[in-house]
């Protein structure tokens, strides 16, 4: 099946990449162990948009409604339920599946930008919910001091788990986009019309990607909640998912890890930035703009450009 879906270039870098990160936490300071740890989740998360965006064509503007579900699904259950935490890894991103299966019934009907523009005011909707139920969710203030094993509460530890979980979630993800499956989510998103004449149930293709990107994502909120130990209304706000949108344009949205290496970009500019400035949102329209401009295909499909000189023809 590898020797299918990979070159031996391809599984080269990989393995090199993967000994590289394996061996980070042994000389990075505490920190960076941390930061990568959040660049994992985060990267996850911007693949799982990047699955209906890039490779579905679906105008999928209110993604991080799935990510906070799942960090908020998993927090709730390791603080409420009183079972053993692993279950709610488990858990979470089948519920943040189950919101994408609601969501996706309802916008699904609808084409291109509407879609979009629903699916804002829907994940709108849960986020208000969601800030306003102080007696379950805690309103504002989120849920803080969730109790985390030792296997996965020191920064190593996540670090490990994180690194584990979103290699695994991305080599599936790559799996699905090279599957049959993929291939006709692919041909839907050049051209839906087309694929409806020769028999594709369009929406129920659609609605099957809106719900596989909404479990990754639950998949990113769970990791996200190994690292901070607390969830917030915030992860649900369309401004974060206007933040993912632009980690999958900077890092390439039809190239598969493109996403991941914008949200790594992003995370580093927020971070370092935000030491001299605290206007990070004047930055970010900044650089989507230039993106916009000089950079339509991304900064990993420019090296791709570079680096094979017989890609620069193509259009």
Request: glycine fraction near 10%; charge should be neutral; proline fraction near 4%.
């Amino acid at each position: 099946m590898f020797k299918a879906l990979f070159d031996a270039k391809t599984l080269i870098s990989c393995s090199v990449l993967l000994a590289l990160l394996l061996m980070m936490p042994q000389f990075l300071p505490r920190f960076y162990v941390y930061l990568f740890a959040l660049m994992f989740a985060i990267a996850l998360l911007a693949t799982s948009l990047n699955l209906v965006l890039g490779f579905g064509g679906m105008y999928q503007f209110h993604h991080a409604v799935f990510y906070g579900f799942g960090a908020y699904a998993f927090a709730l259950f390791v603080t409420k339920s009183g079972l053993p935490l692993w279950i709610g890894y488990v858990i979470a991103p089948f519920c943040s599946a189950a919101l994408g299966l609601v969501l996706g019934l309802i916008t699904v009907r609808l084409n291109r930008l509407y879609f979009g523009m629903l699916q804002i005011s829907l994940g709108s909707l849960v986020w208000a919910i969601t800030y306003r139920w102080y007696s379950f969710t805690g309103g504002d203030d989120g849920i803080h001091g969730i109790p985390l094993p030792d296997l996965v509460g020191s920064s190593t530890g996540a670090y490990y788990f994180n690194l584990i979980v979103a290699a695994t979630c991305l080599l599936l993800m790559y799996t699905i986009v090279n599957s049959p499956f993929g291939r006709i989510f692919q041909g839907i998103r050049d051209n839906p019309e087309r694929c409806q004449a020769v028999g594709v149930n369009v929406q129920k293709q659609q609605l099957t990607g809106q719900v596989l990107a909404a479990f990754f994502a639950g998949v990113a909120g769970t990791l996200f909640v190994t690292v901070e130990g607390s969830v917030f209304p915030d992860l649900m706000f369309w401004t974060l998912s206007l933040e993912i949108l632009i980690m999958c344009l900077l890092g390439g949205w039809f190239i598969f890890l493109g996403p991941a290496l914008g949200a790594a970009i992003i995370i580093s500019l927020r971070t370092f930035v935000g030491i001299y400035t605290e206007y990070w949102t004047l930055i970010l329209g900044i650089v989507l703009m230039l993106l916009i401009f000089f950079l339509p295909e991304g900064v990993l499909g420019l090296f791709l450009k570079k680096a094979d000189p017989a890609a620069k023809g193509e259009g």
